[in-house]
């Protein structure tokens, strides 16, 4: 259970990291509200999963979530670019994420 309720709060983690990037410093009220609820969510569920899940191991794989998804989403949405390299390295943070898991 813990696994699981740390891989929703790496994809709330995303969802707070994009929210707050369309915030623009807070001033746009609804990303600032969806910022706030997912960072409470995507930070108590990393901390429930912090009971069984060791810190660095859940940590690293909750980052990784995050931040993979937060690029994917940038990518889809075409504020960044997806470049064959981009793909590939976060293909490979992905792999790391997995890798941290089988390793547990």
Avoid: D, Q
């Avoid at 994809?11 to 915030?23: Q, R």
């Avoid at 901390?47 to 690029?71: C, K, N």
């Amino acid at each position: 259970m813990a696994w699981i309720i740390l891989v929703l709060s790496g994809v709330f983690e995303a969802v707070w990291a994009t929210a707050l990037g369309k915030s623009e410093g807070f001033t746009k009220p609804i990303a600032t509200i969806v910022f706030g609820t997912a960072l409470v969510v995507s930070m108590g569920g990393l901390a429930f999963a912090m009971r069984t899940i060791p810190t660095g191991t859940a940590y690293a794989v909750w980052v990784g979530i995050g931040a993979s998804l937060t690029v994917v989403y940038a990518m889809v949405s075409g504020t960044e670019s997806a470049t064959p390299i981009r793909i590939a390295l976060i293909a490979g943070l992905v792999g790391c994420v997995i890798g941290l898991k089988l390793a547990h």
